[in-house]
T-cell receptor, first 111, second 114 residues
Framework: AQRVTQPEKLLSVFKGAPVELKCNYSYSGSPELFWYVQYSRQRLQLLLR??SRESIKGFTADLNKGETSFHLKKPFAQEEDSAMYYC?????????????FGQGTTLQVKP | ETGVTQSPTHLIKTRGQQVTLRCSSQ?????VSWYQQALGQGPQFIFQ???????GRGNFPPRFSGLQFPNYSSELNVNALELDDSALYLC?????????????FGQGTRLTVV
């Protein structure tokens, strides 16, 4: 079964603390992995994707095929990071563009 | 460059009615997907349209149908509305099918079925 699991519905940390949002996936093929973010009253937008291997707003994510995970990390959380984060996957070989999303994790960064 | 726009932003319908939701793709994008996001859940893929034809469908019944027009705008139609159809409906456009480009999302239409 194709599935993305985000085990935490809510993650609450203090400003300056490290953050790790967990994402595990189940997929019988070659997936592309993404993190999307939705800030309050804004639309869903791409944060980063594993093929880019970049750091966006201080966030990084490494695809671990052995553990089928794609955890999102940031060493020092900022209050403006508070948002809903969705992990998603897409087939690397399909044209449908279908994204499979996890249930999302709300990140709350307290001052 | 204009972003993805959806209309209306909110609407309320009665069970059994039909509804049409609209989406204008981002300029230059020819591929559009629709997602349903129930409260507390991640978005679920309904279907994708490319060059006015359905290209890929999720696990949704036939009463969910769509159209894509020559200008790449799109509609999602839902017949015989059920209470469980209450959700946020998201439209996302991409530059081209088969590419590695990202999907840009609209702000969504909040549908409430009573």
């Amino acid at each position: 079964a194709q599935r993305v699991t985000q085990p935490e519905k809510l993650l609450s940390v203090f400003k300056g603390a490290p953050v790790e949002l967990k994402c595990n996936y189940s997929y019988s093929g070659s997936p592309e992995l993404f993190w999307y973010v939705q800030y309050s009253r804004q639309r869903l937008q791409l944060l980063l994707r594993h093929i880019s291997r970049e750091s966006i707003k201080g966030f990084t994510a490494d695809l671990n095929k052995g553990e089928t995970s794609f955890h999102l990390k940031k060493p020092f959380a900022q209050e403006e990071d508070s948002a809903m984060y969705y992990c998603a996957l897409r087939s690397a070989s399909s044209n449908t563009g279908k994204l499979i999303f996890g249930q999302g994790t709300t990140l709350q960064v307290k001052p | 460059e204009t972003g993805v726009t959806q209309s209306p932003t909110h609407l309320i319908k009665t069970r059994g009615q039909q509804v049409t939701l609209r989406c204008s793709s981002q300029s230059g994008h020819n591929t559009v997907s629709w997602y349903q996001q129930a409260l507390g859940q991640g978005p679920q893929f309904i279907f994708q349209y490319y060059r006015e034809e359905e290209n890929g469908r999720g696990n949704f019944p036939p009463r969910f149908s769509g159209l894509q027009f020559p200008n790449y705008s799109s509609e999602l139609n839902v017949n015989a509305l059920e209470l469980d159809d209450s959700a946020l409906y998201l439209c996302a456009s991409r530059k081209d099918i088969g590419g590695k480009d990202e999907a840009f999302f609209g702000q969504g239409t909040r549908l409430t079925v009573v």
